[in-house]
Protein backbone atom coordinates (compact mmCIF):
# COMPACT_ATOMS: atom_id res chain seq x y z
CA UNK A 1 0.00 0.00 0.00
CA UNK A 2 1.25 3.84 -0.43
CA UNK A 3 1.78 6.10 2.14
CA UNK A 4 -1.34 8.36 3.13
CA UNK A 5 -2.39 10.94 5.25
CA UNK A 6 -5.31 9.74 7.13
CA UNK A 7 -8.04 12.41 8.26
CA UNK A 8 -12.11 12.09 9.70
CA UNK A 9 -14.76 14.48 7.80
CA UNK A 10 -16.30 16.82 10.35
CA UNK A 11 -19.33 17.19 7.82
CA UNK A 12 -20.35 16.41 4.43
CA UNK A 13 -19.47 19.82 2.80
CA UNK A 14 -16.12 19.69 4.52
CA UNK A 15 -15.29 16.25 2.99
CA UNK A 16 -16.63 17.30 -0.42
CA UNK A 17 -14.27 20.24 -0.63
CA UNK A 18 -11.12 17.82 1.27
CA UNK A 19 -11.71 15.64 -1.40
CA UNK A 20 -11.33 18.08 -4.34
CA UNK A 21 -7.60 17.93 -3.37
CA UNK A 22 -5.37 15.93 -5.99
CA UNK A 23 -4.77 12.53 -4.69
CA UNK A 24 -7.43 12.78 -2.10
CA UNK A 25 -9.99 9.87 -1.67
CA UNK A 26 -13.24 9.35 0.25
CA UNK A 27 -13.31 6.55 2.41
CA UNK A 28 -16.62 4.64 4.10
CA UNK A 29 -16.70 1.21 4.39
CA UNK A 30 -13.60 0.56 2.66
CA UNK A 31 -14.13 -3.02 1.51
CA UNK A 32 -13.73 -2.14 -2.11
CA UNK A 33 -11.13 1.20 -1.53
CA UNK A 34 -8.48 -0.82 0.46
CA UNK A 35 -8.60 -4.13 -1.59
CA UNK A 36 -7.79 -1.57 -4.46
CA UNK A 37 -5.20 0.38 -2.21
CA UNK A 38 -3.06 -3.33 -1.79
CA UNK A 39 -2.54 -3.66 -5.08
CA UNK A 40 -1.76 -0.13 -5.97
CA UNK A 41 -5.08 0.06 -8.35
CA UNK A 42 -5.61 2.90 -5.94
CA UNK A 43 -3.11 5.14 -4.72
CA UNK A 44 -4.45 7.75 -3.03
CA UNK A 45 -2.04 9.72 -0.66
CA UNK A 46 -5.10 11.16 1.51
CA UNK A 47 -7.91 9.12 2.73
CA UNK A 48 -10.87 11.26 4.14
CA UNK A 49 -12.94 9.11 6.50
CA UNK A 50 -16.70 10.11 6.20
CA UNK A 51 -17.46 6.72 8.20
CA UNK A 52 -18.61 8.62 11.03
CA UNK A 53 -21.28 11.51 9.87
CA UNK A 54 -24.77 10.78 10.46
CA UNK A 55 -25.63 9.56 7.08
CA UNK A 56 -26.85 6.63 8.25
CA UNK A 57 -30.31 7.26 8.90
CA UNK A 58 -33.13 5.50 6.51
CA UNK A 59 -36.27 7.58 6.93
CA UNK A 60 -39.59 8.10 5.52
CA UNK A 61 -40.30 10.72 2.55
CA UNK A 62 -43.40 13.13 2.32
CA UNK A 63 -44.84 11.20 -0.83
CA UNK A 64 -44.29 7.69 0.60
CA UNK A 65 -41.17 6.51 -0.50
CA UNK A 66 -37.69 6.47 1.60
CA UNK A 67 -34.49 8.40 1.78
CA UNK A 68 -31.54 6.15 2.60
CA UNK A 69 -28.36 7.82 4.00
CA UNK A 70 -25.31 7.31 1.91
CA UNK A 71 -23.70 5.22 5.33
CA UNK A 72 -26.24 3.12 5.58
CA UNK A 73 -24.60 -0.60 5.80
CA UNK A 74 -26.20 -2.71 2.48
CA UNK A 75 -27.11 -5.37 5.76
CA UNK A 76 -29.37 -2.79 7.65
CA UNK A 77 -30.79 -1.47 4.44
CA UNK A 78 -31.45 -5.31 3.54
CA UNK A 79 -33.47 -5.92 6.42
CA UNK A 80 -35.17 -2.81 7.60
CA UNK A 81 -38.60 -3.88 7.60
CA UNK A 82 -39.94 -1.40 5.49
CA UNK A 83 -37.35 -2.08 2.38
CA UNK A 84 -38.33 -5.90 2.88
CA UNK A 85 -42.29 -5.32 2.85
CA UNK A 86 -42.06 -2.44 0.34
CA UNK A 87 -38.92 -2.88 -1.82
CA UNK A 88 -38.76 -6.65 -1.92
CA UNK A 89 -35.91 -6.50 -5.20
CA UNK A 90 -33.65 -4.01 -3.04
CA UNK A 91 -33.73 -6.40 0.13
CA UNK A 92 -33.15 -9.30 -2.31
CA UNK A 93 -30.07 -7.42 -4.43
CA UNK A 94 -28.78 -6.69 -1.26
CA UNK A 95 -29.03 -10.29 -0.15
CA UNK A 96 -27.48 -11.48 -3.23
CA UNK A 97 -24.14 -9.59 -2.85
CA UNK A 98 -20.90 -10.25 -1.21
CA UNK A 99 -20.96 -12.25 1.74
CA UNK A 100 -22.47 -10.89 5.61
CA UNK A 101 -19.56 -9.82 6.57
CA UNK A 102 -18.84 -7.13 3.57
CA UNK A 103 -22.79 -6.40 3.69
CA UNK A 104 -21.93 -5.48 7.59
CA UNK A 105 -19.42 -2.92 6.28
CA UNK A 106 -20.37 -2.06 2.62
CA UNK A 107 -22.11 1.37 2.53
CA UNK A 108 -24.99 2.45 0.36
CA UNK A 109 -23.05 5.06 -1.30
CA UNK A 110 -19.82 2.81 -1.54
CA UNK A 111 -21.96 0.06 -3.04
CA UNK A 112 -23.14 2.67 -5.88
CA UNK A 113 -19.12 3.66 -6.19
CA UNK A 114 -17.68 0.39 -6.49
CA UNK A 115 -15.37 -0.66 -9.13
CA UNK A 116 -15.36 -2.87 -11.90
CA UNK A 117 -14.02 -6.44 -10.54
CA UNK A 118 -12.40 -7.14 -14.17
CA UNK A 119 -9.51 -8.95 -14.05
CA UNK A 120 -7.11 -6.82 -16.17
CA UNK A 121 -7.84 -3.69 -14.00
CA UNK A 122 -7.10 -5.50 -10.98
CA UNK A 123 -3.90 -6.72 -12.61
CA UNK A 124 -1.14 -3.90 -12.22
CA UNK A 125 0.94 -5.44 -14.82
CA UNK A 126 -1.52 -5.56 -18.02
CA UNK A 127 -2.67 -2.93 -20.21
CA UNK A 128 -5.95 -1.43 -18.56
CA UNK A 129 -7.59 2.02 -19.81
CA UNK A 130 -10.22 2.19 -17.05
CA UNK A 131 -6.83 2.22 -14.70
CA UNK A 132 -4.19 3.66 -16.75
CA UNK A 133 -5.82 5.51 -19.65
CA UNK A 134 -4.63 5.10 -23.02
CA UNK A 135 -2.59 1.97 -21.74
CA UNK A 136 -4.92 -0.46 -24.04
CA UNK A 137 -7.93 -2.94 -23.30
CA UNK A 138 -6.58 -6.54 -21.69
CA UNK A 139 -9.94 -8.08 -21.99
CA UNK A 140 -10.67 -7.64 -25.44
CA UNK A 141 -8.96 -10.72 -26.79
CA UNK A 142 -8.52 -11.78 -23.34
CA UNK A 143 -10.63 -14.04 -20.66
CA UNK A 144 -13.79 -12.22 -20.67
CA UNK A 145 -16.82 -14.68 -19.31
CA UNK A 146 -17.25 -11.97 -16.42
CA UNK A 147 -17.95 -9.16 -19.21
CA UNK A 148 -19.98 -6.66 -20.55
CA UNK A 149 -21.86 -7.72 -24.21
CA UNK A 150 -23.94 -4.34 -23.77
CA UNK A 151 -22.77 -0.59 -24.07
CA UNK A 152 -19.21 -1.66 -24.30
CA UNK A 153 -16.42 0.25 -26.44
CA UNK A 154 -13.23 -0.43 -28.09
CA UNK A 155 -11.42 0.97 -25.16
CA UNK A 156 -13.45 -1.06 -21.97
CA UNK A 157 -15.62 -3.64 -21.77
CA UNK A 158 -15.83 -4.09 -17.76
CA UNK A 159 -18.93 -4.68 -15.65
CA UNK A 160 -20.63 -2.99 -12.75
CA UNK A 161 -20.49 -5.73 -10.30
CA UNK A 162 -23.25 -3.75 -8.20
CA UNK A 163 -26.34 -5.86 -7.23
CA UNK A 164 -27.76 -3.50 -5.25
CA UNK A 165 -27.96 -0.59 -8.36
CA UNK A 166 -29.36 -2.81 -10.74
CA UNK A 167 -32.41 -3.19 -8.28
CA UNK A 168 -32.58 0.91 -7.63
CA UNK A 169 -32.31 1.18 -11.43
CA UNK A 170 -35.72 -0.80 -11.63
CA UNK A 171 -37.22 1.36 -8.87
CA UNK A 172 -36.44 4.92 -10.49
CA UNK A 173 -33.56 5.52 -7.42
CA UNK A 174 -32.06 9.18 -7.34
CA UNK A 175 -28.51 9.48 -5.78
CA UNK A 176 -28.74 12.76 -3.57
CA UNK A 177 -24.92 14.79 -3.45
CA UNK A 178 -23.30 18.22 -2.08
CA UNK A 179 -20.44 19.04 -3.47
CA UNK A 180 -17.58 21.13 -1.13
CA UNK A 181 -19.64 24.74 -1.69
CA UNK A 182 -22.38 22.82 -0.26
CA UNK A 183 -24.69 22.67 -3.40
CA UNK A 184 -26.90 19.65 -3.36
CA UNK A 185 -28.31 18.12 -6.20
CA UNK A 186 -30.32 15.01 -6.88
CA UNK A 187 -30.00 12.50 -10.00
CA UNK A 188 -31.49 10.23 -11.08
CA UNK A 189 -29.50 6.84 -11.08
CA UNK A 190 -30.22 6.08 -14.74
CA UNK A 191 -27.87 8.80 -15.50
CA UNK A 192 -25.55 8.20 -12.21
CA UNK A 193 -23.30 5.26 -14.19
CA UNK A 194 -21.78 6.14 -17.79
CA UNK A 195 -20.76 4.20 -19.87
CA UNK A 196 -17.05 3.58 -21.21
CA UNK A 197 -16.63 5.50 -24.51
CA UNK A 198 -13.43 6.90 -25.04
CA UNK A 199 -13.10 7.76 -21.38
CA UNK A 200 -13.69 4.38 -19.47
CA UNK A 201 -11.97 6.53 -16.60
CA UNK A 202 -15.00 8.21 -15.58
CA UNK A 203 -17.54 5.82 -14.58
CA UNK A 204 -19.81 8.78 -12.85
CA UNK A 205 -21.97 11.84 -13.18
CA UNK A 206 -20.26 12.55 -9.83
CA UNK A 207 -17.79 15.96 -10.50
CA UNK A 208 -14.60 16.02 -8.64
CA UNK A 209 -15.67 17.02 -4.87
CA UNK A 210 -19.11 15.62 -5.21
CA UNK A 211 -19.70 13.35 -2.60
CA UNK A 212 -23.26 11.10 -2.65
CA UNK A 213 -25.40 11.97 0.69
CA UNK A 214 -28.67 9.75 0.43
CA UNK A 215 -30.69 7.47 -2.34
CA UNK A 216 -34.14 8.26 -2.50
CA UNK A 217 -36.43 5.66 -3.58
CA UNK A 218 -39.75 6.67 -4.56
CA UNK A 219 -42.58 4.96 -3.97
CA UNK A 220 -42.64 1.69 -5.13
CA UNK A 221 -44.67 0.82 -8.29
CA UNK A 222 -47.20 -1.49 -8.34
CA UNK A 223 -46.59 -5.52 -8.86
CA UNK A 224 -44.55 -8.70 -8.15
CA UNK A 225 -40.54 -7.68 -6.98
CA UNK A 226 -38.29 -10.15 -8.23
CA UNK A 227 -34.06 -9.92 -8.01
CA UNK A 228 -32.98 -12.93 -9.87
CA UNK A 229 -28.96 -13.31 -9.99
CA UNK A 230 -27.13 -16.24 -12.17
CA UNK A 231 -23.52 -16.87 -11.00
CA UNK A 232 -20.64 -19.48 -10.57
CA UNK A 233 -21.76 -20.67 -7.29
CA UNK A 234 -24.63 -20.48 -4.92
CA UNK A 235 -23.51 -17.66 -3.36
CA UNK A 236 -20.91 -15.01 -2.54
CA UNK A 237 -20.04 -14.64 -6.01
CA UNK A 238 -20.51 -11.47 -8.45
CA UNK A 239 -23.74 -11.97 -11.42
CA UNK A 240 -23.26 -13.48 -14.48
CA UNK A 241 -26.13 -12.27 -15.58
CA UNK A 242 -29.14 -11.01 -12.85
CA UNK A 243 -32.46 -9.51 -13.25
CA UNK A 244 -34.05 -6.95 -11.24
CA UNK A 245 -38.15 -7.50 -11.99
CA UNK A 246 -41.02 -5.39 -10.62
CA UNK A 247 -43.80 -6.85 -12.70
CA UNK A 248 -47.75 -6.05 -12.18
CA UNK A 249 -50.15 -8.80 -14.13
CA UNK A 250 -53.04 -9.96 -13.57
CA UNK A 251 -55.24 -13.06 -15.64
CA UNK A 252 -52.42 -13.98 -17.84
CA UNK A 253 -51.85 -10.42 -18.95
CA UNK A 254 -49.33 -7.82 -17.73
CA UNK A 255 -49.98 -4.37 -17.08
CA UNK A 256 -46.90 -2.98 -16.62
CA UNK A 257 -42.99 -4.12 -16.36
CA UNK A 258 -39.96 -2.67 -14.77
CA UNK A 259 -36.82 -4.66 -16.21
CA UNK A 260 -33.41 -4.04 -14.66
CA UNK A 261 -30.39 -6.21 -15.59
CA UNK A 262 -27.02 -6.74 -14.14
CA UNK A 263 -23.92 -8.02 -15.88
CA UNK A 264 -24.42 -6.72 -19.32
CA UNK A 265 -22.97 -3.45 -18.46
CA UNK A 266 -21.44 -0.90 -17.41
CA UNK A 267 -23.97 0.28 -15.63
CA UNK A 268 -27.37 -1.47 -14.10
CA UNK A 269 -29.51 -1.86 -18.02
CA UNK A 270 -32.87 -0.96 -18.79
CA UNK A 271 -34.45 -0.67 -22.05
CA UNK A 272 -37.98 0.93 -22.03
CA UNK A 273 -39.03 -0.78 -25.84
CA UNK A 274 -38.61 -3.94 -23.82
CA UNK A 275 -40.95 -2.93 -20.99
CA UNK A 276 -43.30 -1.31 -23.76
CA UNK A 277 -43.24 -4.85 -25.15
CA UNK A 278 -44.66 -6.28 -21.88
CA UNK A 279 -47.28 -3.40 -21.34
CA UNK A 280 -51.00 -4.66 -22.01
CA UNK A 281 -49.82 -7.88 -23.82
CA UNK A 282 -50.44 -11.07 -22.78
CA UNK A 283 -47.81 -13.19 -20.70
CA UNK A 284 -46.56 -15.98 -23.01
CA UNK A 285 -43.74 -16.38 -24.54
CA UNK A 286 -44.10 -14.98 -27.64
CA UNK A 287 -44.11 -10.96 -26.04
CA UNK A 288 -41.53 -12.71 -23.29
CA UNK A 289 -39.23 -12.75 -26.27
CA UNK A 290 -39.99 -9.55 -27.75
CA UNK A 291 -39.18 -8.50 -24.92
CA UNK A 292 -35.94 -9.91 -24.66
CA UNK A 293 -34.78 -9.01 -28.29
CA UNK A 294 -35.76 -5.39 -27.37
CA UNK A 295 -33.47 -5.79 -24.39
CA UNK A 296 -30.48 -7.92 -26.03
CA UNK A 297 -30.66 -4.80 -29.15
CA UNK A 298 -27.26 -3.97 -30.14
CA UNK A 299 -25.99 -6.78 -27.58
CA UNK A 300 -22.45 -8.80 -28.50
CA UNK A 301 -20.05 -10.98 -27.08
CA UNK A 302 -16.10 -11.19 -27.13
CA UNK A 303 -15.69 -14.86 -27.32
CA UNK A 304 -15.89 -16.09 -23.34
CA UNK A 305 -18.78 -14.03 -22.55
CA UNK A 306 -21.11 -15.29 -25.41
CA UNK A 307 -23.18 -17.15 -23.52
CA UNK A 308 -24.61 -14.21 -21.85
CA UNK A 309 -26.57 -13.43 -24.59
CA UNK A 310 -28.59 -16.85 -24.79
CA UNK A 311 -28.51 -16.38 -20.72
CA UNK A 312 -30.13 -13.06 -20.56
CA UNK A 313 -33.12 -14.09 -22.79
CA UNK A 314 -33.67 -17.34 -20.56
CA UNK A 315 -33.29 -15.57 -17.25
CA UNK A 316 -35.85 -12.82 -18.21
CA UNK A 317 -37.83 -15.64 -19.50
CA UNK A 318 -37.65 -17.71 -16.30
CA UNK A 319 -38.46 -13.92 -14.49
CA UNK A 320 -41.39 -13.06 -16.47
CA UNK A 321 -43.00 -16.42 -16.28
CA UNK A 322 -42.30 -16.29 -12.32
CA UNK A 323 -43.66 -12.93 -11.72
CA UNK A 324 -46.98 -13.38 -14.66
CA UNK A 325 -47.78 -16.86 -12.44
CA UNK A 326 -51.27 -15.67 -10.70
CA UNK B 1 6.17 -16.91 8.62
CA UNK B 2 9.79 -18.41 9.01
CA UNK B 3 10.35 -20.30 12.54
CA UNK B 4 12.36 -17.71 13.90
CA UNK B 5 9.27 -15.13 13.77
CA UNK B 6 6.96 -18.07 14.92
CA UNK B 7 9.10 -18.56 18.11
CA UNK B 8 8.91 -14.57 18.67
CA UNK B 9 5.31 -14.53 18.42
CA UNK B 10 4.53 -17.19 20.72
CA UNK B 11 7.19 -15.26 23.71
CA UNK B 12 5.52 -11.83 23.23
CA UNK B 13 1.91 -13.87 23.15
CA UNK B 14 2.46 -14.48 26.38
CA UNK B 15 4.30 -11.78 27.47
CA UNK B 16 1.01 -9.97 26.28
CA UNK B 17 -0.98 -12.42 28.65
CA UNK B 18 0.85 -11.79 31.59
CA UNK B 19 1.72 -8.39 31.71
CA UNK B 20 -1.53 -7.33 29.71
CA UNK B 21 0.03 -4.28 27.85
CA UNK B 22 1.36 -3.24 24.77
CA UNK B 23 4.21 -1.35 25.40
CA UNK B 24 6.81 -4.54 26.12
CA UNK B 25 5.72 -5.75 22.33
CA UNK B 26 6.09 -2.24 20.60
CA UNK B 27 10.00 -2.55 21.64
CA UNK B 28 10.43 -6.31 20.67
CA UNK B 29 8.98 -6.61 17.25
CA UNK B 30 11.29 -5.69 14.90
CA UNK B 31 10.79 -2.96 12.14
CA UNK B 32 9.44 -5.43 9.48
CA UNK B 33 6.73 -6.52 11.84
CA UNK B 34 5.74 -2.87 12.89
CA UNK B 35 5.36 -2.08 9.29
CA UNK B 36 3.12 -5.03 9.21
CA UNK B 37 1.72 -6.11 5.85
CA UNK B 38 2.60 -6.09 2.49
CA UNK B 39 3.12 -2.14 2.35
CA UNK B 40 5.29 -2.39 -0.53
CA UNK B 41 6.30 1.65 -0.60
CA UNK B 42 9.70 2.85 -1.02
CA UNK B 43 8.90 6.52 0.01
CA UNK B 44 9.07 7.87 3.81
CA UNK B 45 6.48 6.36 6.14
CA UNK B 46 3.18 8.70 6.74
CA UNK B 47 2.73 10.41 10.20
CA UNK B 48 1.29 7.76 12.55
CA UNK B 49 -1.92 7.87 13.61
CA UNK B 50 -2.92 7.17 17.47
CA UNK B 51 -5.65 4.83 18.10
CA UNK B 52 -7.88 3.40 21.11
CA UNK B 53 -9.17 -0.04 20.47
CA UNK B 54 -11.54 -1.71 23.29
CA UNK B 55 -10.29 -5.22 22.42
CA UNK B 56 -11.89 -8.31 24.37
CA UNK B 57 -13.10 -5.70 27.07
CA UNK B 58 -9.90 -4.21 27.63
CA UNK B 59 -8.56 -0.86 26.21
CA UNK B 60 -5.17 -0.80 23.74
CA UNK B 61 -3.79 2.46 22.98
CA UNK B 62 -1.85 2.19 19.47
CA UNK B 63 0.84 3.97 17.49
CA UNK B 64 0.59 3.03 14.33
CA UNK B 65 1.08 3.45 10.54
CA UNK B 66 -2.45 4.99 9.21
CA UNK B 67 -1.91 1.90 6.50
CA UNK B 68 -2.16 -0.49 8.91
CA UNK B 69 -5.52 -3.07 8.70
CA UNK B 70 -7.35 -4.15 11.64
CA UNK B 71 -5.77 -7.59 11.22
CA UNK B 72 -2.44 -6.37 11.41
CA UNK B 73 -2.79 -4.35 14.39
CA UNK B 74 -4.04 -7.59 16.35
CA UNK B 75 -1.92 -10.14 15.05
CA UNK B 76 1.55 -7.93 14.15
CA UNK B 77 1.12 -5.07 17.28
CA UNK B 78 -0.74 -7.31 19.84
CA UNK B 79 0.08 -10.81 19.18
CA UNK B 80 -3.67 -11.89 19.18
CA UNK B 81 -2.79 -13.98 16.88
CA UNK B 82 -6.08 -15.94 16.90
CA UNK B 83 -7.36 -13.66 14.11
CA UNK B 84 -5.89 -15.74 10.60
CA UNK B 85 -4.87 -13.89 7.63
CA UNK B 86 -5.94 -16.02 5.03
CA UNK B 87 -6.38 -14.08 1.61
CA UNK B 88 -5.71 -10.63 2.90
CA UNK B 89 -8.87 -9.44 0.39
CA UNK B 90 -11.86 -10.25 2.21
CA UNK B 91 -12.87 -13.28 0.53
CA UNK B 92 -12.09 -16.10 3.03
CA UNK B 93 -13.52 -14.82 6.11
CA UNK B 94 -10.35 -16.17 8.39
CA UNK B 95 -9.84 -12.79 9.76
CA UNK B 96 -13.79 -12.28 11.17
CA UNK B 97 -13.80 -10.80 14.16
CA UNK B 98 -17.13 -8.28 15.73
CA UNK B 99 -17.19 -4.71 16.11
CA UNK B 100 -19.71 -3.68 18.29
CA UNK B 101 -21.27 -7.28 17.91
CA UNK B 102 -21.27 -7.39 13.73
CA UNK B 103 -18.43 -9.80 11.89
CA UNK B 104 -16.50 -7.80 9.40
CA UNK B 105 -13.30 -8.92 7.46
CA UNK B 106 -10.73 -7.36 9.78
CA UNK B 107 -8.49 -7.60 6.69
CA UNK B 108 -10.76 -4.90 4.66
CA UNK B 109 -10.78 -2.07 7.29
CA UNK B 110 -7.82 0.04 9.19
CA UNK B 111 -7.52 0.61 12.62
CA UNK B 112 -7.43 3.90 12.53
CA UNK B 113 -11.38 3.75 11.28
CA UNK B 114 -12.00 1.90 14.49
CA UNK B 115 -10.79 4.21 16.93
CA UNK B 116 -13.03 3.95 20.56
CA UNK B 117 -14.92 0.70 19.32
CA UNK B 118 -15.43 -2.18 20.52
CA UNK B 119 -13.77 -5.18 19.17
CA UNK B 120 -14.18 -9.16 20.15
CA UNK B 121 -11.96 -11.40 18.78
CA UNK B 122 -11.74 -15.19 18.85
CA UNK B 123 -9.38 -14.96 22.14
CA UNK B 124 -12.08 -12.69 23.47
CA UNK B 125 -14.67 -15.87 23.85
CA UNK B 126 -13.87 -18.42 26.19
CA UNK B 127 -13.92 -17.58 29.82
CA UNK B 128 -11.40 -19.20 31.32
CA UNK B 129 -11.37 -22.32 30.98
CA UNK B 130 -15.15 -22.66 29.71
CA UNK B 131 -15.39 -22.38 26.00
CA UNK B 132 -17.60 -20.27 24.25
CA UNK B 133 -20.70 -22.41 23.25
CA UNK B 134 -19.64 -22.24 19.63
CA UNK B 135 -16.58 -23.34 20.42
CA UNK B 136 -17.50 -25.80 22.24
CA UNK B 137 -19.85 -27.42 19.52
CA UNK B 138 -16.96 -27.64 16.86
CA UNK B 139 -15.13 -29.15 19.02
CA UNK B 140 -17.78 -31.81 19.88
CA UNK B 141 -19.24 -31.81 16.20
CA UNK B 142 -15.17 -31.39 14.78
CA UNK B 143 -15.83 -29.17 12.67
CA UNK B 144 -12.04 -28.33 10.85
CA UNK B 145 -9.62 -30.21 9.77
CA UNK B 146 -6.23 -28.16 10.06
CA UNK B 147 -8.06 -25.79 12.36
CA UNK B 148 -6.79 -22.31 9.83
CA UNK B 149 -10.21 -20.96 8.90
CA UNK B 150 -11.98 -22.07 12.30
CA UNK B 151 -11.36 -18.94 14.35
CA UNK B 152 -13.10 -16.83 11.14
CA UNK B 153 -15.84 -19.48 11.54
CA UNK B 154 -16.68 -19.49 15.12
CA UNK B 155 -16.55 -15.30 14.74
CA UNK B 156 -18.62 -15.25 12.07
CA UNK B 157 -21.27 -17.81 13.39
CA UNK B 158 -21.67 -15.28 16.20
CA UNK B 159 -22.17 -12.83 14.27
CA UNK B 160 -24.54 -14.68 11.93
CA UNK B 161 -26.57 -15.92 15.18
CA UNK B 162 -27.02 -12.56 16.59
CA UNK B 163 -28.10 -11.56 13.45
CA UNK B 164 -30.73 -14.09 12.82
CA UNK B 165 -32.01 -13.37 16.37
CA UNK B 166 -32.98 -10.07 14.79
CA UNK B 167 -34.65 -11.64 12.52
CA UNK B 168 -32.17 -10.98 9.77
CA UNK B 169 -33.27 -12.22 6.47
CA UNK B 170 -30.90 -14.37 3.89
CA UNK B 171 -30.68 -14.60 0.08
CA UNK B 172 -32.72 -18.15 0.46
CA UNK B 173 -34.90 -16.79 2.61
CA UNK B 174 -38.44 -17.59 0.71
CA UNK B 175 -40.35 -14.77 3.03
CA UNK B 176 -38.72 -11.79 3.31
CA UNK B 177 -41.56 -10.34 5.71
CA UNK B 178 -41.48 -13.15 8.01
CA UNK B 179 -39.62 -11.78 11.22
CA UNK B 180 -38.01 -14.75 12.43
CA UNK B 181 -36.89 -17.08 9.58
CA UNK B 182 -35.85 -20.53 10.89
CA UNK B 183 -32.34 -21.14 10.83
CA UNK B 184 -32.42 -24.54 8.25
CA UNK B 185 -29.28 -25.86 6.84
CA UNK B 186 -30.09 -24.26 3.94
CA UNK B 187 -29.87 -20.49 5.99
CA UNK B 188 -27.05 -21.22 7.60
CA UNK B 189 -24.84 -22.45 4.42
CA UNK B 190 -26.28 -19.35 3.22
CA UNK B 191 -25.12 -17.02 5.79
CA UNK B 192 -21.59 -18.53 6.41
CA UNK B 193 -20.73 -18.41 2.91
CA UNK B 194 -18.17 -15.50 3.44
CA UNK B 195 -16.17 -18.18 5.31
CA UNK B 196 -14.53 -20.79 3.18
CA UNK B 197 -12.95 -24.14 4.68
CA UNK B 198 -10.15 -25.36 2.32
CA UNK B 199 -10.49 -28.85 4.19
CA UNK B 200 -14.66 -28.69 3.18
CA UNK B 201 -15.48 -29.54 6.87
CA UNK B 202 -18.85 -27.95 6.45
CA UNK B 203 -21.27 -30.34 7.11
CA UNK B 204 -19.62 -30.31 10.69
CA UNK B 205 -19.49 -27.16 10.79
CA UNK B 206 -23.12 -26.78 9.92
CA UNK B 207 -23.94 -29.33 12.92
CA UNK B 208 -21.97 -27.10 15.49
CA UNK B 209 -23.68 -23.94 14.68
CA UNK B 210 -27.28 -26.18 14.32
CA UNK B 211 -26.58 -26.63 18.00
CA UNK B 212 -25.09 -23.27 19.06
CA UNK B 213 -28.21 -21.78 17.64
CA UNK B 214 -30.11 -23.59 20.08
CA UNK B 215 -27.62 -22.84 22.99
CA UNK B 216 -28.61 -19.20 24.68
CA UNK B 217 -24.39 -17.66 24.12
Redesign the interface.
Known sequence: MKAFSYQRADSATQAAAAALKPGAKIIAGGTNLLDLMKLQVETPSQLVDIGRLPLDKIEETPDGGLRVGALVRNSDLAADPRVRQRYGVLSRALLAGASAQLRNKATTGGNLLQRTRCYYFYDVTKPCNKRNPGSGCAALAGFNRIHAVLGASNECIATHPSDMAVAMRALDAKVETVDGKGETQAIPIAEFHRLPGKTPEIETSLKPGEIITAVTLPPPPPGVQVYRKVRDRASYAFALVSVAAIVDSARGRVRSARLAFGGLAQKPWRVAQAEEKLANASADTKSFNAAADAVLDGARGYGGNDFKLPLTRRALHSVLAETTRT | MDENEFTMTEITRRTVIETGTTALLLTTLPRGALAA?????T?????P?TVELQINGRSHSLTLD??T?LLDALREHLALTGSKKGC???QC?AC?VLIEG????SC???A??HDGQSITTIEGLAEGDNLHPLQAAFVEHDGFQCGYCTSGQIC?AI??LA?SR??????V?ED??QSQPELTDAEI???????ICRCAAYPNIVAAIKQAAGTPT
Open positions: GPLDDGPPPPAPRTDHGGTHRINLTLVMSGMETGMPSYTLTRERMSGN
